[in-house]
């Protein structure tokens, strides 16, 4: 079991990061662990660069980042957390499969045409390329699993796609350079919506603040957002069914739900007949519960740069260790 996954370090950690991706890395670092597999989670700051960027920010981004995964339950003793940057192998394996990625591949991918929108020749060659870059993320450590959400299905079947015809034309049947990464998406994988607007996903770059939850909110504010969050007028209904046409109040309970461990059903049989006079300053009680002791670590490992560049500095040691294998049969089925 090879778990590989990255997460870009922009903008602050929230809530839908933690419940849709970083406490699923956690419960697959442990099963990696149980296995004697490997856990690699890395920082994406060379896809961040495919966007305008701060520099600046980007570095400072990338340590609040690392030090949230940790925070999260994320153990550099037992996972490999790195950058990309400080792996030169990712870089140099993108660059071997532009050989092989064709443009009418990247042509179809969904992000790219949302991204770029009617201002394709404005866009950078990285913003097109990226999801060569993500190929070579996962193929460089032959991953089995790689935990995506919905949205990137579509790069990882490209990964497939790129390892398949580099298998193909530069590798015999009995000695394939690549593993066909699967993607892993868990079954209670959770989808969360912004607190103002129960048809959007709950997201970094939203301009409200008020509109998610961030891992490093203090405990207030965090009650205050519960509090402000969009609803409607009636009492929770009795079975998870009852809420198919109220989109914000099927978020509450369903964020409710994903922090307790519990059934969105389990749910709706303790607080069915309630509104949400009662119902939201519960959620902020589990809330506060579940976030306030990931805040604490997190606020007390945020300033320990040293202890931070340490943890990236070993995961970086031991990612370029894992991929050299991999690296050295690409180049050399290459003919480089
Ligand atoms: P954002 O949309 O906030 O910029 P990212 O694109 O950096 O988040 O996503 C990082 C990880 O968090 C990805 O695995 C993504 O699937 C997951 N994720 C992001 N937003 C949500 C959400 N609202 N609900 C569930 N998972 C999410
Ligand atoms: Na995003």
Redesign the pocket.
């Known amino acids: 079991m090879i778990v590989v996954s990255g997460?870009?370090p922009?903008?602050k950690p929230?809530l839908?990061?933690y419940?849709?991706?970083i406490r699923n890395y956690v419960k697959l670092q442990d099963e990696a662990e149980a296995q004697d597999g490997k856990c690699l989670i890395f920082l994406a700051d060379l896809h961040a660069i495919s966007m305008p960027h701060d520099p600046a920010q980007l570095h400072a981004s990338t340590l609040e980042m690392v030090a949230t995964l940790v925070a999260c339950g994320l153990d550099p003793a037992k996972s490999v957390l790195f950058n990309q940057a400080q792996v030169p192998a990712h870089a140099e394996l993108q660059w071997l499969l532009m050989g092989t990625a064709r443009m009418g591949w990247l042509n179809r991918m969904t992000q790219w045409k949302d991204k770029a929108g009617k201002n394709r020749e404005g866009q950078s060659v990285a913003l097109f390329g990226y999801p060569v870059l993500q190929a070579a993320d996962v193929l460089l450590y032959q991953a089995t699993h790689v935990p995506?959400?919905e949205?990137?299905k579509q790069h990882l079947e490209l990964a497939r796609d790129i390892a398949q015809k580099f298998n193909n034309d530069f590798a015999s049947d009995d000695a394939p350079v690549f593993t066909l990464p699967d993607p892993y998406i868990p079954e209670e994988a959770?989808?969360?919506?912004s607190l103002r607007d129960g048809a959007r996903?709950?997201?970094?770059?939203e301009p409200s603040d008020m509109s998610r939850v961030n891992l490093t909110d203090d405990a207030e504010t965090m009650a205050e957002k519960v509090k402000k969050a969009k609803t409607d007028p009636e009492v929770l209904p009795s079975e998870g069914a009852g809420l198919a046409e109220r989109p914000e109040a099927r978020n509450l309970v369903g964020i409710y739900a994903a922090l307790a461990g519990q059934s969105v059903n389990e749910v709706l049989r303790q607080y069915g007949g309630q509104g949400f006079g009662a119902f939201k300053p519960a959620l902020a009680d589990l809330l506060v519960s579940v976030l306030g002791p990931i805040r604490d670590r997190f606020v007390e490992l945020k300033d320990d740069r040293e202890a931070l560049d340490a943890i990236l500095a070993r995961g970086a040691a031991q990612a370029r260790e894992f991929s050299r294998p991999t690296l050295d049969a690409a180049y050399s089925a290459l003919g480089l």
Not at 190 to 193: E, F, L, Q, V
Not at 201 to 205: E, F, T
């Open positions: 997460i870009q922009t903008g929230h839908g990061n419940l849709g991706a995506v959400g949205d990137q959770a989808r969360i919506m996903k709950m997201s970094k770059s």
